[in-house]
């Protein structure tokens, strides 16, 4: 024999040949045997992600879309958060991040020294951008619906709580819009042109003034308890009334 593969062909063609003749147990060649009754049975290997077959460390996605390694952050995505993820280092200098499919989510290269700030995700500009336009869309409506409620004064004040207010100018106007549910719509306009004529922009100011009327208490004369109308089933609030909406979100 000429070499070690010459040696590994013949032996692979003796062992086939010998391997013809009749088992001396089964009376038959065992390669027939495998073929008419033992093949059909076999069971197929399932396929598995080339990925899951290498070593990984597993990492908990933080609820703002991180991971940590080594003391750096690096971004996953954000449908990720609070899920575990596993992490690949590739001769210490790359790593890739799978789920826990073996699908793969991001690459990085590895930081070699540590972060000065926290790198921004990709999605949350995406997610602020559009929390910032919302925003703005709450507040332009909060802006139209106190003109319109309060006309002419609501404007001018509207102005100078602009100057003066400052960041606050959403919530103080938030604020004397909800004073309508105790006050008339003319009762705070009245307030409103006093607050002009002395100059005070403020919230509370317009309160002030509204407090100093009288509100008519409600009468109960005339009522009689037994001939009260009330739902024989126990009243309960949703816990749903107690959520910050939207536009309360936005103001704030």
Same mark, same amino acid.
């Given at each position: 024999?000429?070499?070690?593969?010459?040696?590994?062909?013949?032996?692979?063609?003796?062992?086939?040949?010998?391997?013809?003749?009749?088992?001396?147990?089964?009376?038959?060649?065992?390669?027939?045997?495998?073929?008419?009754?033992?093949?059909?049975?076999?069971?197929? #290997?399932?396929?598995?992600?080339?990925?899951?077959?290498?070593?990984?460390?597993?990492?908990?996605?933080?609820?703002?879309?991180?991971?940590?390694?080594?003391?750096?952050?690096?971004?996953?995505?954000?449908?990720?958060?609070?899920?575990?993820?596993?992490?690949?280092?590739?001769?210490?200098?790359?790593?890739?991040?799978?789920?826990?499919?073996?699908?793969?989510?991001?690459?990085?290269?590895?930081?070699?020294?540590? +972060?000065?700030?926290?790198?921004?995700?990709?999605?949350?500009?995406?997610?602020?951008?559009?929390? +910032?336009?919302?925003?703005?869309?709450?507040?332009?409506?909060?802006?139209?619906?106190?003109?319109?409620?309060?006309?002419?004064?609501?404007?001018?004040?509207?102005?100078?709580?602009?100057?003066?207010?400052?960041?606050?100018?959403?919530?103080?106007?938030?604020?004397? #819009?909800?004073?309508?549910?105790?006050?008339?719509?003319?009762?705070? #306009?009245?307030?409103?042109?006093?607050?002009?004529?002395?100059?005070?922009?403020?919230?509370?100011?317009?309160?002030?003034?509204?407090?100093?009327?009288?509100?008519?208490?409600?009468?109960?004369?005339?009522?009689?308890?037994?001939?009260?109308?009330?739902?024989?089933?126990?009243?309960?609030?949703?816990?749903?009334?107690?959520?910050?909406?939207?536009?309360?979100?936005?103001?704030?």
């Amino acid at each position: 024999m000429d070499s070690l593969s010459d040696f590994a062909v013949k032996l692979r063609e003796f062992q086939d040949e010998y391997n013809k003749r009749p088992h001396s147990t089964l009376g038959r060649p065992p390669e027939q045997m495998f073929e008419e009754e033992e093949k059909a049975h076999l069971l197929k #290997i399932p396929s598995i992600e080339p990925a899951l077959l290498q070593f990984k460390e597993p990492r908990r996605v933080s609820n703002d879309g991180y991971i940590s390694y080594e003391g750096n952050l690096y971004p996953v995505p954000m449908r990720y958060c609070t899920k575990r993820v596993w992490t690949e280092i590739i001769y210490g200098r790359r790593m890739k991040v799978y789920d826990e499919a073996g699908k793969l989510l991001s690459e990085f290269d590895l930081y070699l020294q540590k +972060q000065a700030s926290r790198p921004v995700h990709p999605e949350h500009e995406a997610m602020n951008r559009q929390f +910032q336009e919302k925003k703005t869309r709450v507040r332009s409506a909060l802006v139209e619906k106190f003109i319109s409620t309060f006309g002419e004064a609501g404007q001018v004040y509207l102005e100078g709580l602009r100057n003066q207010a400052g960041a606050n100018l959403y919530w103080h106007l938030a604020e004397i #819009i909800r004073y309508q549910n105790i006050y008339t719509t003319e009762e705070i #306009i009245t307030a409103i042109k006093e607050c002009l004529n002395i100059g005070s922009f403020h919230k509370n100011s317009i309160k002030r003034l509204l407090e100093k009327k009288e509100i008519t208490p409600l009468s109960l004369a005339g009522y009689n308890k037994t001939n009260l109308n009330l739902p024989s089933m126990k009243i309960k609030r949703d816990l749903s009334y107690y959520d910050l909406n939207e536009s309360e979100a936005a103001i704030s």
